[in-house]
Structure formats: C-alpha cells, structure tokens
C-alpha cells in the first residue's frame, strides 16, 4: 500500500489565523481525499482533492474555509481558514488504491 | 441521508474468545464495504473489504455481507488484548471511492 505523511503532525492555533496541512504520497495516486476527525467522533468528509481542479466538497464543507490543492498526483494540502476552536479535530488525508482506501497519520489541530 | 449505524459498545470479551462487531447501513445501493481498526491516537487502518454477499476471511478475521439486510459484521477469532481499539465500518455507496463511515464500536478484550 501506498505511504501517507502528513505534516504537520499536530499544531496549536490561535483562533482567526489559517494552518495548511500538507499531504505527501509515495506513489501517484488518483485519488486522494481530505476527512476531519473531531473530539470522539468518527471521520467525516470535507472533500476529494481533484488533480489539475478545484476540490469537490462535501455538504456544509465550503471552499472559503477548507480551501484544497492539488498540484500532482502525489501531494495535497488543505488549509483550515480563520480557525475557531470548533475546528480543533484530526485532520487526515486518504488515498484510494483499486477499492481500498489508505490514511495518512493525521495532523491533530488545537484551536484556542 | 446515507447512514451507517454501529454499536458505539464498549464491546468487552474475554482474550481468546469470538469478538462479533455489527454494522447496519441505509442506502441499499452500497456497493463496497470496510472495515478500520483504530488505535487511541492513531489514524485508521485498513483491517479488510467485502463487497460480494457472503463470507470473507483474513487470518483471525472473517467479514460477513449480507446486502438484503443491509448487514456487515466482523468476526474477530482468538481475540487478543492488542486486538482492544475502535472498529469503524465504513461504507461506499457510488464509484467515486468516497466513503461514509459509522460512530464506531470500542473493542476491550479482556486478559
């Protein structure tokens, strides 16, 4: 299976600044995708890192916040905009190879 | 709304014995479905996939599909302290690989 880093590993935040989140693949990937992981909960998906075009998101996931790139088919980032302390989670990165789905280690984010 | 609905436990069982972690989800048209293990701490880990109706084993593990319940179970044999962590299923409904996951089951195996 493919090797996920992501950096950074975790980071704590003052609320109204931004974090980018990088995402680095050993092998090209088509598809490649950005989950969040709040205190106690089970992953959700903020979008699908598309190659060469912007980010498809998921319901109550917009742009403006989570804005994604996507410049090769090895590395991502997704930025956390104007963070609050609600936005304190796990951030993952994923990628897909045939039908399994492979994470990254996280980058755990304290807004205060 | 796709739902997947698990058990959020604790589960607790004796090592040795046969951890069952259940797994319901709503939209029939779901064709893959996974299961991750979760250590406190860590990032998810892909233990295995069933997508065909039946049974699939892997070592101690055996994944179980049943498509007209909309039921996916994981049968852990011979369980094992290390074997303690969350369980999420995960599901995938359309061809674009995105996947729905459960709350997850907390797994304690017991010594």
């Known amino acids: 299976s493919a090797v996920i880093s992501q950096k950074p590993s975790r980071d704590i935040c003052q609320r109204g600044t931004s974090l980018t989140i990088q995402c680095q693949v050993d092998s090209q990937v088509t598809m490649m995708f950005w989950y969040r992981q709040q205190p106690g909960q089970s992953l959700t998906l903020i979008a699908t890192a598309n190659q060469g075009s912007e980010a498809t998101y998921e319901s109550g996931f917009v742009i403006d916040k989570f804005p994604i790139s996507r410049p090769n088919l090895t590395f991502s980032t997704l930025t956390v905009s104007n963070m609050s302390p609600e936005d304190s989670s796990i951030y993952l990165c994923?990628?897909?190879?045939?039908?399994?789905?492979?994470f990254g280690p996280g980058t755990r984010l304290t807004v205060t | 709304q796709k739902e997947v609905e698990q058990n959020s436990g604790p589960l607790s069982v004796p090592e040795g014995a046969i951890a069952s972690l259940n797994c319901t989800y709503s939209d029939r048209g779901s064709q893959s479905f996974f299961w991750y293990r979760q250590y406190s701490g860590k990032s998810p880990e892909l233990i295995m996939f069933i997508y065909s109706n039946g049974d699939k084993e892997d070592g101690r593990f055996t994944a179980q599909l049943n498509k007209a319940s909309q039921y996916v179970s994981l049968l852990i044999r011979d369980s094992q302290p290390s074997d303690s962590a969350t369980y999420l299923c995960a599901v995938n409904s359309d061809s674009s690989y995105k996947l729905i996951f459960g709350s997850g089951t907390r797994l304690l195996v017991r010594p």
């Open positions: 994923s990628v897909a190879d045939g039908y399994e789905q492979y």
